[in-house]
């Protein structure tokens, strides 16, 4: 397990940008895939992006929009999101990649999350 720490969220208008921040503690996740997902009101988490071998994976809903990039000297993932439009309202979570897909059940030591708000 490698515990994270979300921050960065906040209340933005449509259209605006947020730079959400995950740090890990304890361990490098020099060597770790770290993910990017949110979950919504009422719905389930879901895949937002994803940073393995320094190539980036994107769910098409923030692909263009949305940046992940990871600083290893910094044990820090981020996730740059721009054009942000209320329909990315939601808790924004990072996680270890552990498995192979980009399924929930591939991620673990999940951070707290970290709430995202676009208003309209």
């Known amino acids: 397990q490698v515990p994270l720490v979300e921050s960065g969220g906040g209340l933005v208008q449509a259209g605006g940008s947020l730079r959400l921040s995950c740090a890990a503690s304890?361990?490098?996740?020099?060597?770790?895939?770290m993910g990017w997902f949110r979950q919504a009101p009422g719905k389930e988490r879901e895949f937002v992006a994803l940073i393995r071998g320094g190539s980036p994976y994107y769910a098409d809903s923030v692909k263009g929009r949305f940046t992940i990039s990871k600083d290893n000297a910094k044990n820090t993932v981020y996730l740059q999101m721009n054009s942000l439009k209320p329909e990315d309202t939601a808790v924004y979570y990072c996680?270890?990649?552990?498995?192979?897909?980009?399924?929930?059940?591939?991620?673990?030591?999940w951070g707290q999350g970290t709430q995202v708000t676009v208003s309209s």
């Open positions: 304890g361990r490098t996740i020099s060597n770790y895939a």
């Open positions: 996680a270890v990649q552990y498995g192979v897909t980009t399924s929930l059940a591939a991620f673990g030591s």
